[in-house]
């Protein structure tokens, strides 16, 4: 915070936010010298700047202690927002903002922000006196989305404002923060003018290459060429520098001269930065990608780049890129981190626009989503990404966007765990990848693993309607494929349905259950007219056509019956042409084989499922004491600062804050001890080994101890065989029997906890059957419910139902746990005994670690 953040305005602006510092006092009174008479009266209620003078002073002296952020805008002080501590839990709110850039709402954003710090520093209660006449700042207040009180006192409003976060205020965060992401990438993407700085008369030369693309897409604002070597490009004038009036400069010039054309741009006013260049960080420059990225940001211009091949929006006619073949216009928008990934998708896929990312110093997909959320040009959203620049916001964003548009994702480096020091079972199994996973899958991002499952899935939700389910009619000519296309429906999850009969009119040879089987002498029209059939039984959601060319009526005429009859259909409707990938009639996407075909259809199923399940789903509340629980860990880390395994009995406690439950243990440190704890807890028992161990690989664990002695040479044999590493035992009474299950967590600094269930007790690692969700876990019946094991919850073979509720209350209370306290870096509930009664926690392990607390998701800021 001492060195600040960038922030974005209502119109795209890029301001820059700190803590006011006491060297400061100058550039506070050239803003109150720059500030109308009317502004300073509505702030400080009298007349001149005397008393605002006087007041700067103060703030800047050793007596203030109040808390105060200061906006910077194109390098110069343009704002100033405070909160003044009293005794009672309250705080004296004001601001100070320059005229110029009223209604660009860095008012709104410098108070969300004061008023986070001072919930965060123990404030309650936001003071703020207002002149009645002063009502932009009472709608500021007003439209922030905290709890606010108000009454009139001889002209003055006072407003108690309660500093504590609301749904409200989180919502219009949200919304705020989308509207100035968007507008600072509308001139980037739908520039009015453009200049191509290093535009070259050398037809090879990317300048040159990228100046032609734009003339020949038809791009019809200005198009400035920019060589100071040069009098015309392409026949157009050429300019020494860039002119001002640009909205998009692409930058095609040696990397030793970008820092300088960076700030020719910054001070024409530039809105937009491509930068097509390498040689900066994947070339180990990245003091110079810093460099560029600061100038950048000192001037309000985005940065696409550097490194990269472009920028290409088709409903717009801008072709800003050096891509060797003209785009096609469709619904799909594209961005991809690698420029050789991003140019052959462009020869497959139609899209509205496209944006190559290079190194990401400044926009990334996060922005992007942004943008393209509310492009009426854009149904589909598709990204390739190398690394993740913020996870957890693009989580977030990427499940509000998924609600209205599908956002696929190709991520590069699905990598182990690597050489992580990890002793839980959990920590062991959620290795970088499986979080990506976790974290995808809760904001409904369809993650794909290769560019060509991407292009078959893109093409898919491009064209047709989402699928209400996944009951699929198989229609076609030849009795393989389609069989091949029903046991790749099984394989996926979806289903072949028998239709009710007399949907279709009975024809010789032909098998009219489900595939239809139409036989190879089917004509066009006959393929047609099923197709028009089974899509309207509400037995079906989806028709998927096979059709082995060039039987029948040959592909042309069958493509035309098909593309007809999708036209009248209300239901998704996808063809397999063997041996033919592509689009028929722009809209019904076709693959060459069965297995593709299904792939793609089960992976939006699945989308449109997560639609519909979201809409329905809501956080479990779990009760909970996260007050004590914070102070059982600030208490340990206070005493061991680097970070340790929790005793069994802090543990307990720990847990316990959350509502889970352990067996009771009872600690001992030798034979006697352990067996005086046996004779207390009721025999028979269970002895376990305490240490940094996994007990059932060395031997720590002895069950069924059905006397004293038993209990003593138990411990004995235990202590002889592990150790050193046996820092002391401790005592259960046995439970009954069930079905051992594990529940567990583990936290990455940057993605965050993820939550894990599966099978349990010495099975864990062995068969490795788990499912892992991002908390808030809003769907733990539906985790249990992926495992393999789940059969056996649920009565297998006879064996009674366990109480699967019960376990899924474990997850979501160890879910909301892991929520709150990020300092437990590693946790396993294994055994969880889940039987008919309940599910019971025999065992837990919880290790601790120094952490910084993850940044606020309500505080708006630049990466």
């Excluded at 942004?370 to 990204?383: G, K, N, R």
């Excluded at 309207?536 to 007809?564: C, K, M, N």
């Excluded at 689009?583 to 989308?607: M, N």
């Excluded at 206070?638 to 802090?650: D, F, K, Q, Y």
């Amino acid at each position: 915070m001492s060195e600040g953040y960038d922030v974005l305005l209502r119109d795209g602006g890029i301001a820059h936010v700190r803590r006011l510092r006491p060297d400061d006092r100058a550039a506070l009174h050239e803003l109150v010298e720059r500030s109308s008479e009317r502004s300073a009266y509505l702030r400080f209620f009298t007349g001149g700047r005397s008393t605002a003078h006087s007041y700067m002073d103060r703030i800047t002296s050793d007596v203030y202690r109040g808390h105060a952020l200061v906006a910077g805008l194109r390098g110069r002080l343009v704002a100033v927002a405070e909160y003044i501590p009293m005794d009672d839990g309250k705080a004296d709110l004001a601001i100070l903002i320059d005229d110029a850039v009223h209604g660009h709402g860095l008012g709104t954003l410098l108070l969300e922000h004061v008023a986070l710090d001072a919930a965060e520093h123990g404030v309650r209660t936001l003071v703020a006196d207002v002149l009645a006449e002063n009502q932009p700042m009472i709608r500021v207040l007003h439209d922030l989305g905290l709890d606010v009180a108000r009454r009139y006192e001889g002209g003055l409003l006072h407003l108690d404002i309660a500093a504590r976060p609301t749904a409200r205020l989180r919502e219009g965060i949200e919304a705020r923060d989308h509207e100035a992401a968007r507008a600072s990438l509308a001139r980037v993407l739908t520039p009015r003018s453009v200049a191509v700085i290093g535009a070259s008369r050398n037809e090879r030369a990317v300048g040159h290459k990228v100046l032609r693309n734009l003339l020949d897409g038809g791009f019809d604002g200005p198009i400035h060429p920019v060589n100071p070597h040069a009098a015309e490009v392409a026949g157009l004038a050429c300019h020494a520098r860039v002119p001002g009036g640009v909205d998009l400069a692409v930058v095609a010039v040696p990397a030793r001269h970008v820092l300088e054309v960076a700030r020719d741009c910054a001070a024409a006013g530039v809105a937009g930065l491509v930068v097509l260049t390498s040689g900066f960080a994947e070339a180990g420059k990245r003091e110079a990608e810093g460099e560029l990225l600061r100038i950048c940001r000192s001037a309000g211009m985005r940065l696409v780049g550097p490194n990269c091949l472009g920028v290409v929006n088709t409903t717009a006619r801008l072709n800003a890129s050096f891509l060797p073949h003209r785009p096609v216009q469709g619904r799909v928008a594209l961005m991809s981190q690698s420029g050789a990934v991003g140019a052959a998708l462009l020869e497959r896929l139609e899209v509205s626009s496209f944006v190559s990312v290079g190194n990401k110093a400044d926009v990334s997909g996060n922005d992007l989503l942004e943008y393209w959320q509310d492009d009426p040009a854009t149904d589909v959203i598709a990204l390739y990404l190398e690394s993740f620049g913020n996870p957890r916001k693009f989580a977030r964003i990427a499940r509000r966007v998924g609600q209205s548009k599908p956002v696929l994702l190709v991520k590069s480096g699905r990598s182990g765990a690597g050489g992580r020091a990890v002793r839980s079972h959990t920590a062991a199994a959620a290795t970088p990848d499986v979080a990506v996973d976790a974290l995808t899958r809760a904001a409904g991002v369809i993650r794909l693993d290769s560019v060509n499952e991407l292009i078959d899935t893109a093409k898919l939700l491009a064209g047709q309607p989402l699928p209400e389910g996944g009951r699929v009619a198989i229609v076609g000519n030849s009795g393989g494929p389609q069989a091949m296309a029903a046991d790749a429906c099984e394989r996926h999850g979806l289903t072949v349905p028998e239709l009710p009969p007399g949907l279709l009119e009975a024809r010789a040879a032909a098998a009219l259950g489900n595939p239809v089987d139409l036989t190879a002498d089917a004509t066009a029209d006959e393929i047609g007219s099923a197709v028009r059939s089974v899509a309207a039984s509400p037995e079906v959601d989806v028709v998927l056509v096979v059709y082995t060319p060039p039987f029948g009526s040959g592909l042309e005429q069958t493509r035309h019956a098909i593309a007809t009859a999708a036209k009248t259909a209300d239901k998704t409707v996808l063809a397999c042409l063997i041996g033919h990938d592509g689009l028929i009639d722009g809209r019904v996407p076709a693959y060459a084989f069965p297995e593709q075909a299904v792939a793609a259809l089960a992976r939006v199923v699945r989308y449109a499922g997560w639609r519909r399940a979201l809409a329905k789903s809501a956080e479990v509340p779990v009760q909970a004491d996260a007050g004590a629980a914070r102070q059982i860990i600030e208490a340990e880390l206070a005493e061991r600062p680097e970070g340790r395994w929790l005793s069994p009995e802090t543990t307990a406690r720990l847990l316990s804050c959350y509502g889970v439950s352990l067996v009771e243990s009872l600690e001992v440190n030798g034979p006697d001890s352990a067996a005086e704890a046996a004779r207390r807890a009721g025999l028979p028992v269970v002895l376990k080994a305490v240490g940094p161990v996994h007990k059932s690989d060395v031997g720590g664990v002895r069950l069924d101890l059905r006397t004293e002695e038993q209990v003593r040479q138990a411990y004995q044999e235990m202590s002889s065989r592990i150790g050193g590493e046996m820092t002391g035992a401790i005592v259960q009474r046995m439970v009954p029997g069930g079905v051992e299950m594990i529940v567990g967590g583990v936290s990455y600094p940057s993605f965050g906890p993820l939550v894990m269930v599966g099978m349990g007790g010495v099975m864990a690692d062995l068969l490795a059957d788990r499912a892992f969700r991002v908390p808030p876990v809003t769907d733990a019946a539906g985790m249990i419910e992926e495992l393999r094991c789940a059969p056996l919850l649920h009565g297998y073979r006879g064996s009674p139902p366990v109480d699967a509720e019960a376990l899924a209350g474990q997850i979501t209370r160890v879910g909301r746990l892991l929520d709150d306290l990020p300092q437990v870096a590693e946790l396993d509930l294994n055994p969880v005994i889940a039987g008919p009664g309940g599910a019971l926690t025999v065992d837990a392990r919880i290790r601790i670690a120094p952490c910084q607390p993850p940044p606020s998701p309500l505080l708006r800021h630049l990466r």
